[in-house]
């Protein structure tokens, strides 16, 4: 029998056991360096070929912008993806990371911050697809998968769109290791819209907002303007929204300007540049960033009526227009709206009835003075009253240096004392007929009045009757007025517009809007009508209706009857026929006591 020796058969095993181990190592080095010097290509699978976006209005234009391509295994890929080379200077692969999840990481969505950059750049970019599709279909050759972004040119003026982002992805592989989520899969967009309403009201209408107020000279109109900001959030890299205001025949109260909304806190998140006539309100970028959501501005001031034209009916018309960011790809090509309120003050007996060229320099004779007989004739006279309104001519005698008072209550203890241009209290009105009869009443506020003559013209009866004077005035809704403009600041009338050639009608935008304007003027005295002046409409403005529905005049005759002025019960004659029949009896009494006493002597 051999001899086994212990020590030695241990020995041997140990070096098989090594030897395999050794193999085994081998084995798994060369494999594993063969797996790092040889990474797996990354291979795609199908993808999302349409991409669809919805929440649009008909007419918008939809601007689709490449920001992220698949690029396979290229270098500095992120999972297959990369930045197009217009935008990898803010879709770094850092970013990309963060958007996809790599690393452990959450994805997350595009922050408004870096949407807003990438708006910056779309705005010297062409578009990938423009027009009104809201679809894209990434199968055709020149699109292909990716991120796109989609900034979108609203049709309506009042609405502002924030970019939306959509992807067309690739779908998971069987070994699960290029998994990439749809990085938008809520495709509708955010929009807002804008909105502004402008109202007035007076003291002396009790403080009733609407749409047109009549006035008078020197009334203090409180303005209210309810506008809309847009919701634009940080995707809008340098929003802007400013409100300008602009009277007519009006000046504005320096410093009464105020500015309301719940998200502002401290008076420098606007600015304002506060003219004679005028008012311009700029709000800070920052702030505007800092509203995500559309939020409600309030903006009171007060104005006073100052125009002295001697016309029929002055128009103090008041615009009031908002201009703005409407889309990140234009910043500086803004949106308008715009609104407007009408006021108008009246004039009895205008120097210039007007309306339009042709009927220019027209005047009224709501209100006439004529002489008469003792039987109430009137006196025949060479001079006749011819009417600028109607053919009908006057052979009453017109008679001038008639003085009046205007008085606001019918007992005539209330007289009407006007206001300045300024506002403040002035004096009471000096009335008087002119060589035609007409007496000339400006600057009045529509409403009830009372005139009585204080004196009469030399040689004739002063009038006692008051007479009851009221105008009123009608407006109308006007909807929808057209009106176009460039800058915000000039607007013309559609008609204005559509007479332009096509050339000259290059960077106009329309906008519509609602208003009131004046449709009929009355002048009635004691219920009757002294004169009737109907007006159509042309946009916000107004004029008379020579052709359709033309003025009516029936001017009310104030007369006079030619004579002495008996002297008036209690007044000064009566007091001087007793200091003479006082007399006469004391003289009396004085010769009668005189002659007894000449008889007892």
């Given at each position: 029998m051999?001899?086994?020796?212990?020590e030695?058969?241990s020995?041997?095993?140990?070096k098989?056991?090594?030897?395999?181990?050794?193999?085994?190592?081998?084995?798994?080095?060369?494999?594993?360096?063969?797996?790092?010097a040889?990474?797996a290509?990354?291979?795609?699978?199908?993808?999302d070929?349409e991409?669809?976006?919805?929440?649009?209005?008909?007419?918008?234009?939809?601007?689709f912008?490449k920001?992220?391509?698949?690029?396979?295994?290229?270098?500095?890929?992120?999972k297959?993806?990369?930045?197009?080379?217009?935008?990898?200077?803010?879709?770094?692969?850092?970013?990309?990371?963060?958007?996809?999840g790599?690393?452990g990481?959450?994805?997350?969505n595009?922050?408004?911050a870096?949407?807003?950059?990438?708006?910056?750049?779309?705005?010297?970019?062409?578009?990938i697809?423009?027009?009104?599709t809201?679809?894209?279909?990434?199968?055709?050759?020149?699109?292909?998968?990716?991120?796109?972004?989609?900034?979108?040119?609203?049709?309506?003026?009042?609405?502002v769109y924030?970019?939306v982002?959509v992807?067309?992805d690739?779908n998971?592989?069987?070994?699960?290791?290029i998994?990439?989520?749809?990085?938008?899969?809520?495709?509708?967009v955010?929009?807002?819209t804008t909105?502004?309403?402008?109202?007035a009201?007076?003291?002396?209408?009790?403080?009733?907002?609407?749409?047109w107020?009549?006035t008078?000279?020197?009334?203090?109109?409180?303005?209210t303007?309810?506008?809309?900001i847009?919701?634009?959030?940080?995707?809008?890299?340098?929003?802007?929204?400013a409100?300008?205001?602009k009277?007519t025949?009006?000046?504005l109260?320096?410093?009464?300007?105020?500015?309301?909304?719940?998200?502002?806190?401290?008076?420098?998140?606007?600015?304002v540049?506060?003219?004679?006539?005028?008012y311009t309100?700029?709000?800070?970028?920052e702030?505007?960033?800092?509203?995500k959501?559309?939020?409600?501005?309030?903006?009171?001031?007060k104005a006073?009526?100052?125009?002295?034209a001697?016309?029929?009916?002055?128009?103090?018309?008041n615009?009031?227009?908002?201009?703005?960011?409407?889309?990140?790809t234009?910043e500086n090509?803004?949106?308008f709206?715009?609104?407007?309120?009408?006021?108008?003050?009246?004039?009895?007996?205008?120097d210039?009835?007007?309306?339009d060229s042709t009927q220019?320099?027209?005047?009224?004779?709501?209100l006439?003075?004529?002489g008469?007989?003792?039987?109430g004739?009137?006196?025949?006279?060479?001079k006749?009253?011819?009417?600028?309104?109607?053919?009908?001519?006057?052979?009453?005698?017109?008679?001038?240096?008639a003085?009046f008072?205007?008085?606001?209550?019918?007992?005539?203890?209330?007289e009407?004392?006007?206001?300045?241009t300024t506002?403040?209290?002035?004096?009471?009105?000096?009335i008087?007929?002119?060589?035609?009869?007409?007496?000339?009443i400006e600057?009045?506020?529509?409403?009830?009045y009372?005139?009585?003559?204080v004196?009469?013209?030399a040689?004739?009866?002063?009038d006692t009757?008051v007479?009851e004077?009221?105008?009123?005035?009608?407006?109308?809704?006007?909807?929808?007025?057209?009106?176009w403009?460039?800058?915000?600041n000039?607007?013309?009338?559609?008609?204005?517009?559509q007479?332009?050639?096509?050339?000259?009608?290059?960077?106009?935008?329309?906008?519509?809007?609602d208003?009131?304007?004046?449709?009929s003027?009355?002048v009635t005295?004691?219920?009757?009508?002294?004169?009737?002046?109907t007006f159509?409409?042309?946009?916000?403005?107004a004029?008379i209706?020579?052709?359709?529905?033309?003025?009516?005049?029936?001017p009310?005759?104030?007369?006079n009857?030619?004579?002495?002025?008996?002297?008036?019960?209690?007044?000064?004659?009566?007091?001087?026929?007793y200091i003479i029949?006082?007399?006469?009896?004391l003289?009396?009494?004085?010769?009668?006591?005189?002659?007894?006493?000449?008889?007892?002597?």
């Open positions: 051999e001899n086994i020796n212990p030695r058969t020995m041997k095993q140990f098989k056991m090594l030897a395999l181990v050794l193999a085994g190592a081998m084995v798994l080095g060369t494999m594993s360096m063969t797996a790092f040889e990474p290509a990354v291979t795609a699978g199908s993808y070929g991409l669809s976006v919805t929440g649009t209005a008909p007419g918008d234009t939809l601007n912008y920001v992220v391509e698949w690029v396979d295994s290229a270098t500095d890929n992120v297959g993806w990369k930045a197009t080379s217009d935008y990898a200077s803010v879709l770094t692969k850092t970013e990309l990371e963060k958007i996809l790599v690393n990481q959450t994805a997350t595009i922050t408004p870096v949407a807003a950059q990438l708006a910056e750049i779309a705005r010297s970019k062409t578009p697809q423009s027009g009104a809201t679809t894209l279909n990434t199968t055709d050759t020149d699109k292909g998968p990716g991120i796109y972004m989609v900034l979108i040119n609203p049709a309506d003026v009042d609405t924030n970019p982002f992807s067309s690739f998971t592989d069987a070994a699960g290791t998994s990439v989520e749809a990085f938008y899969e809520d495709s509708t955010k929009k807002s909105t502004l309403e402008k109202t009201a007076t003291s002396e209408d009790g403080w009733d907002d609407k749409k107020q009549s008078a000279i020197g009334d203090t109109v409180t303005f303007v309810v506008t809309t847009p919701g634009y959030g940080e995707t809008y890299s340098a929003p802007h929204f409100v300008k205001d009277l025949d009006m000046t109260v320096p410093g009464s300007v105020e500015v309301k909304s719940p998200t502002m806190t401290k008076d420098n998140q606007y600015s540049d506060e003219g004679t006539t005028n309100l700029t709000f800070d970028p702030y505007l960033k800092s509203n959501e559309p939020v409600q501005v309030t903006i009171t001031y006073i009526v100052a125009t002295t001697p016309l029929h009916v002055n128009t103090e018309k615009e009031v227009t908002t201009e703005f960011s409407h889309t990140p234009s090509d803004y949106s709206k715009k609104d407007t309120t009408q006021h108008y003050t009246f004039t009895i007996d205008a210039a009835l007007g309306g220019s320099g027209k005047k009224t004779s709501e006439v003075k004529i008469v007989d003792a039987a004739q009137p006196i025949t006279s060479e006749t009253i011819s009417s600028d309104i109607s053919p009908r001519e006057y052979t009453e005698s017109p008679l001038s240096g003085k008072k205007l008085y606001t209550d019918s007992a005539c203890e209330h009407y004392i006007p206001k300045t506002g403040a209290a002035g004096t009471a009105l000096d008087q007929s002119d060589g035609d009869g007409r007496m000339k600057g009045l506020d529509a409403g009830t009372y005139l009585k003559e004196e009469a013209p040689g004739y009866v002063k009757h007479a004077i009221v105008i009123t005035a009608v407006t109308t809704p006007v909807t929808d007025v057209v009106e403009t460039k800058d915000g000039t607007w013309i009338s559609d008609a204005e517009y007479a332009l050639d096509a050339a000259g009608k290059e960077g106009y935008k329309s906008f519509k809007y208003t009131d304007v004046l449709s003027y009355t005295v004691d219920s009757v009508v002294a004169g009737s002046y159509k409409n042309k946009g916000n403005d004029e209706d020579w052709t359709t529905t033309p003025p009516t005049e029936l009310h005759m104030f007369t009857t030619k004579g002495t002025e008996l002297p008036s019960t209690g007044g000064m004659g009566t007091t001087l026929f029949g006082a007399i006469l009896v003289g009396a009494g004085i010769l009668l006591v005189t002659r007894r006493r000449m008889s007892v002597n």
